[in-house]
């Protein structure tokens, strides 16, 4: 028998949150990761799978900030439904194994990875293929001007 310590728990995070280099020109809250979403992950044993950028491979590093209705066109949207079927589908592979992916967590004013009031268009692509996979987890949208309050929140999801 094959013995190991995994906890079989996943959250899948927005790109930014890892590396803050692929932010727009202009946007970036911290000078890399956000340790404080790493650090709770990390403590609360959670495995991290950290989504592509849609804007990054679309876009670039050195693009400007645009809203949501800038990007939300067939070629981009088409773009972010392809990261979304390549995500559910290495979630599929965990589950399979019994790891659960407990969270998904977005970044709020984001056009592509809001959560809350207008969701963005890769978590809209990505919530689509998630329930028709019937993959079940909570969407979170985090809020860098209030990281201490928006953990806190997630805490109580993931402790349900």
Do not use: W
């Amino acid at each position: 028998m094959i013995k190991d310590s995994k906890s079989r728990r996943l959250a899948l995070v927005a790109h930014c949150m890892l590396n803050q280099n692929s932010r727009a020109l202009g946007l970036a809250e911290k000078p890399r990761a956000v340790a404080e979403i790493a650090d709770f992950l990390m403590r609360k044993d959670l495995g991290i799978i950290q989504m592509p950028c849609p804007e990054l491979a679309y876009a670039g590093v050195l693009r400007q900030p645009q809203t949501k209705e800038q990007y939300d066109n067939p070629t981009f949207r088409g773009h972010c439904r392809k990261i979304a079927d390549e995500i559910a589908e290495q979630i599929r592979e965990y589950e399979k194994c019994g790891i659960r992916l407990r969270l998904i967590l977005g970044v709020d004013g984001s056009p592509s990875c809001a959560v809350n009031r207008e969701p963005g268009i890769l978590m809209e692509e990505l919530r689509s293929v998630l329930d028709k996979r019937q993959v079940v987890a909570p969407f979170y949208g985090v809020r860098f001007e209030h990281l201490k309050e928006d953990l806190a929140k997630i805490e109580r999801m993931i402790n349900v």
